[in-house]
């Protein structure tokens, strides 16, 4: 081998290596909002705020190592025919509160299930959870697959 190749393999592994190195750097500082959808909730003692309701609560936890402000958090269902319910459910206690999730911490909000399921009649597998931060990113409970088969945008 002569010195141009010698210099062009060592080249091409100190290229490789440093966009490893910037590959994990990458992986490791985003800031992933997880969001999870829990159902049948119920807040003790029942003389709270929330009373005596059952609840969605949507969590939103943040897995990165830099803090995220969600602005606000929802619902997404489907519309039906002949209805006017549909669409995004956004109550004014899902707002966020301007304070930031920080690293390995989340933040609960409610919705009153007894309304979102009985009222307007939606089951448990017709609706996804959201929740937006403040620079405009969107994050949701389900993959895109699956939003697509619980809003019934597929059939």
Same mark, same amino acid.
């Not at 290596?17 to 119920?42: D, T």
């Not at 006017?84 to 304070?99: P, Q």
């Given at each position: +081998?002569?010195?141009?190749?010698?210099?062009?393999?060592w080249g091409a592994l100190v290229s490789t290596a440093l966009a490893g190195f910037e590959g @994990?750097? %990458? &992986?490791?500082?985003?800031?992933?909002?997880?969001? +999870?959808?829990?159902? /049948?909730?119920?807040? =003790?003692?029942?003389?709270? #705020?929330? !009373?005596?309701?059952? =609840?969605?609560? $949507?969590t939103a936890a943040n897995r990165g190592k830099s803090p995220v402000y969600i602005s606000n @958090? !929802? +619902?997404?269902?489907?519309?039906?025919?002949?209805? *006017? @319910?549909? !669409? %995004?459910?956004?109550? *004014?206690? +899902?707002?966020?509160?301007?304070?930031? $999730?920080?690293e390995g911490t989340g933040r609960d909000f409610f919705l009153d299930m007894e309304d979102l399921?009985?009222?307007?009649? =939606?089951? #448990?597998?017709? &609706?996804? @959870? %959201?929740?937006?931060?403040?620079?405009?990113?969107?994050?949701?409970?389900? /993959?895109? %697959? #699956?939003?697509?088969?619980?809003?019934?945008?597929? #059939?």
């Amino acid at each position: +081998m002569d010195s141009t190749t010698v210099l062009a393999m060592w080249g091409a592994l100190v290229s490789t290596a440093l966009a490893g190195f910037e590959g @994990a750097k %990458f &992986y490791e500082g985003r800031s992933p909002v997880v969001v +999870m959808l829990k159902r /049948n909730m119920k807040v =003790y003692p029942k003389t709270t #705020q929330y !009373g005596d309701k059952t =609840y969605i609560v $949507i969590t939103a936890a943040n897995r990165g190592k830099s803090p995220v402000y969600i602005s606000n @958090a !929802g +619902m997404m269902v489907r519309k039906k025919p002949g209805s *006017d @319910a549909g !669409g %995004f459910i956004a109550a *004014d206690a +899902m707002r966020g509160s301007g304070e930031p $999730i920080l690293e390995g911490t989340g933040r609960d909000f409610f919705l009153d299930m007894e309304d979102l399921e009985k009222k307007h009649g =939606y089951g #448990q597998n017709e &609706y996804v @959870a %959201f929740v937006s931060d403040r620079t405009g990113r969107t994050f949701y409970s389900h /993959n895109w %697959f #699956q939003r697509l088969i619980r809003t019934r945008k597929l #059939q």
